[in-house]
């Protein structure tokens, strides 16, 4: 902490330990195991690392709370992008340290954590209201929730948590945001310009001279050249899916893809034209998003392959099936899959149709002469 | 957290917050900027890093208490180096977070920290007592505290604080229970042996044999001959103080080494013949305290370039010169620096004195049939 | 780099670059992209990324080499415990690094990947000779693979290179070596002493009690007490399993355990009685084992995470699944899965027997007054 | 490696080993120690250590090189930015691995080290042409070097490598590009608005509001207020030495400063108006140059300290004095230190003057309504 001219000293000096409240902060850890007489010494260690995950879970809304408010308005400032992709940025680093910290945590063995877990019954990481929180506000659906024993997922809190948690269901997520947001991407359609139709005439013609080239090639055997041709045709109905809101919209219902037909080709034209200054940060934004759900999900794996360690088959303390269940979490839980889809309809940069002119000259600074 | 069969259950269930008292711990950040209206956004960062901190610096006193407690026996009992040495893995760990906590906190850029650093005004990063027990755990001296505008390192500290300082400058301290171990070593002498005899002899050997080489070298023209001989001779030098006790103790007074010989040989022995069964935690024991040593200066020093790129050659909060003393406080405050001396004096192990037959007996397990 | 005195020199002066042959190193990075004129930028990184990978596989296969040598002697030496620990602690830290060079290659979006993935085509990471070798070293049985379109794991591979992955199913490898290692532990049955009685019989006693408690606890419904007492049922029945050697042949014949009864009972006592001087090392080397196990399932997870991130739902240019293929052989492929089902049948230390004094005496040194 | 639909396959198929040519780099580990009989195991790890250093400084150079090319034209393309920014990038992820492999060689223990280091003698970490290409591509000077017992730099170097290091002394180095790029940013003078104007009209007006507090800060005993006071007097000229172009090119001349005034002027107003979306690449160029030049600090800061980890006080194999030469190069050789500056010389957000509209609306995207 540093002080400097230009800063006005507050009233009352400030004093490190107060600021920062370590009086409750550091009074904070009360060993279950201490109240048979001598504490279980990693139990210390099991405490302050959960006591820190809640530390940066309160960060991390914190941050996805700002973001939230800056991606709200009807028009998000383009002022505001650096901001925005700062917080995302930030959360990706301490999503870092979510993870060295199961490192720390893996140097309790099974054996030390058998002495103190019997304190904890039925207390379970599952009951982490802020980590719940956290998935709500980024865009993780009711729907999405794997059921606990035919329970919902918020059945092991308490009463007033168990309140925080739906009500936040309801509150506007990162997802829906961001979806909106793409939406209203002014450049899809500019004058006679239409992305979606040069989009689809680029992908044809890079299928046919594809599909030409396997005809031809001498190097393929018959069965070979059977086979990549049926591969072509596999891929081919992928696409189409793509080009067709109707299969689109199927898609969706069948739970494979989220977000509006819109809003996935903004996504793919940002991906695809990302040099263009006005989409640079649009594509970082894009671009952390994906960081932020793998993040998550590298997380909830990590944590799985931890917690089989150390309990193997064993049932959790709080009635879960322990490891399986966080692996299967894991997979689910993912809220920007589509942005993930994204690669597998992006077409090589030198087939990648040139923009009109006039569309690129929205696209860059008032100061350039284009 | 889980539970499991083997476990009795305790007599009220646990509920995952109250054990962890997060209604205390996620209402202690109190940001000071929103006395004036508007928090400023990065300010909560800012305490959570800090507290973050305090919570893992909590942790390492706990881990060094507890290791303190181990050495302490005018016997070390055997079976309590891997519980020791996993003490000390631990801390290794941690301080791998909180150099990772670094890259989190860089994420906030000098102009954020200019819109709240003047709340801070005097609070400063010196007054976190529990860094200072952990300096004076490990076996920093008072004389080794580098001083702030000439008042000592206690002096930004409430009288409370302070108190409870300079008591831990009373405590066993790691650095002082290790070298009491080290010189407890039996294996030094035993019988006709006598390890310094024997280490002598063989680097004078070494030496000669050296010199030989170098003098009669044809690919070496005169003047790198000479210059090679010279370097030679340097070299003795320094082996010459660490034979003769005298010399050694000179340079434990001028600040240059702090282990007593007996401890600085026994440190030598463990690293030289470490493959003995009974040498193989003790070197993992003197490993770990390099690392740990080298943690804490590898932090000092992120934590200097990280200060010097938010504050520049701005004054610190704390009235201290900032940046500039953190780099010299993270060359000073090493506590095992012996230790890195180590490497110096050590013999390839071809010319490496093999044991007497029963000495290596007595340093086997007893199912061995040696 | 660095001489010393005690240092012989060379007859010819080492020159850095040619001792580390880099011009050969330096040269072998020829683009693909570059045969129709420009090079693509970012397959300097595809090829720079997966040569470092080739590099420190060599290296892993460098220290499992060794690890089998040392473990190879029909008497592993206790003199030898060390080094072969400090091998494995080596493939960690490397292991390490493998999984941070994907954060590197992800660098590469899909768009600059698509610019020059074409000219791959066949060629595929599932062709790495190196990282079969890995595995196979390992332990990784044949009819653990996963068939890629019908085909055995080597059909990509060269002639030549398949001779050499399929050698190498043949040579002793780590899982078989640490098997039989632990076969040999002297200190299962010692006079009286048999472990596995004492086991057995401490967690008959540990059951009785919990089920006590279960049946007389206030706080528990009717209905918690019976699921709770049902699932002590299901407990019950996995210890069985671990009890009786016919039941443990039968899970190994279903492939749900690996190790033989009697390896899988020295691997329970390492760690129960972990402790002993005679077995702090092998409790070292048994936890080193799982990290490596650990390790490369992680490694292929983010893999797989990274490439389905690339690639989307297209086909692996080696023809594979892609994605999904990655996703199911990190979860196959895991060799000493056996130790991660340990933690189940783990006794807290407070109900652990006290093993008989002359038992311990042999697990100790020599130079003890046991 | 994976192909896909859109892709044309080449004409030849692509063989994996090939395409790396692993037969050349897999058989570029040549072991000194093995010219004498049994080869030292850990040499290998050496070799594979230092060879995966190179590999990936070609990579930097790879990237510094294309960054180069793209900051050359007279004017930048703001489509390249993206581009720029993403090359800086990844070279912050490579070096994160280049501190990584430390943690990997330090697995190798000083005695290891002696086995086989007499085998080196006189080659050096020194002789690394390509970090000393790296370090002439950023911007060091050849007057910055320090001198190795009076020799140059490159005094080590055979004769060809040294022609190819003092060659590209003379080519464009990424410190001059950036400096003319940021000398030519069109926003400091636009119309009557001149930014060095407002900006020290701002400065004065904030250092004269905090001398007021200062002067009437009841809570300030006499001597803290007069100690205050001087404070800002010591501030005031640090400002005004950068108000002034003459002081500024003292500074430059005395080695304090290396930007020019006008780069100088640029980069503070990128940092403090890095929100104009004109303005967010840049301000994230900026930042990348700081976070590469301490990635090289750090690492060179670790490499100091394993190195006196390993060999203490014994003189380096090329001659040099090890470890003190690079903990002293760790320091010099920072090529953007200015930048490092900046932070001393913001001004909070809430005083920072506004810009004219017109000025912001040039700094805006042509689809914006401003």
Redesign the interface.
């Known amino acids: ?17 107060d ?4 009086d ?7 060993l ?1 195991s201490a109240a048979d007489g001598e504490p279980v ?1 990693d139990e ?2 099991f ?2 690392v ?3 995950y ?3 879970f ?2 991390i809304l ?1 941050e996805l709370d ?1 973001v939230a408010k800056l991606l709200a308005p009807a028009r998000v400032a ?6 925005i992709v ?1 917080r995302l ?2 959360i990706t ?2 999503q ?2 979510l993870i ?2 199961i ?2 945590l893996e ?1 309790m ?3 030390d954590f ?2 103190f ?9 599952f ?4 980590f719940r929180l956290i998935e709500n506000r980024m865009g993780v659906r009711p729907e999405d929730r794997i059921k606990l024993a035919g329970n919902p997922y918020t059945a092991a809190l ?1 009463e007033a ?1 168990r309140g925080r948690v739906e009500e936040s269901e309801a509150l506007p997520n990162i997802f829906d945001l961001v979806e909106a947001w793409l939406e209203r991407t ?2 899809l359609d500019h004058g006679d310009f239409h992305f979606w139709d040069i989009y689809q005439a680029a992908v044809h013609e ?2 046919e ?2 599909r030409g ?2 005809a031809t ?1 001498p ?1 393929l055997s018959e069965p070979e050249r059977e086979s990549q041709l049926k ?2 045709g596999q ?2 109905s ?1 696409y189409e899916a793509v080009f067709d809101e109707t299969k689109h919209e199927a898609l969706v219902s069948a739970g494979e893809r989220r977000l509006s037909h819109r809003a996935f080709q903004a996504a793919l034209f940002i ?2 034209y ?5 989409l ?2 649009p ?1 970082r934004l894009l ?1 952390l998003l ?1 960081d932020i759900d ?1 993040g998550f ?2 997380w909830r ?2 944590h799985a ?1 931890m ?13 879960s099936a ?1 490891a399986a269940y966080l692996t299967r979490s894991a997979d689910r839980n993912r809220v920007f899959g589509d942005l ?12 990648l149709p040139a923009l009109p002119v006039d569309l690129e ?8 002469d ?1």
Do not use: C
């Not at 383009?78 to 901001?83: C, D, K, P, S």
């Not at 009951?127 to 802020?130: A, E, F, H, K, T």
């Not at 000259?361 to 350039?368: L, W, Y």
């Open positions: 902490m540093v002080s400097a001219v230009g800063d006005t000293p507050p009233a009352k000096p400030v004093y490190y330990s600021y920062l409240q370590l409750r902060l550091l009074g904070s850890q009360q279950a010494h210390m260690l405490i302050i959960h006591q820190a809640e530390l940066w309160k960060q914190w700002e383009e002022t505001a992008m650096l901001r700062a940025e930030r680093e301490i870092k340290l060295e910290q490192t720390v140097t063995t099974p054996l058998l002495e877990r019997n304190y904890l019954i039925p207390a379970s990481g009951q982490s209201v802020q308490s948590d002014p450049f890079m299928l001279h594809d080239v396997v090639n190097n591969s072509f891929t081919f992928l991906n695809l990302r040099d263009e200054p006005a640079q940060e594509f671009t994906m793998q999900t590298s794996y990590r392959l917690t089989q360690r150390m309990i193997g088959r064993r049932v959790g303390t709080g009635g322990g993930f889809q994204l690669s597998t309809f992006m077409i090589p940069r030198s087939l000259r929205t696209m860059r600074f008032r100061f350039e284009v």
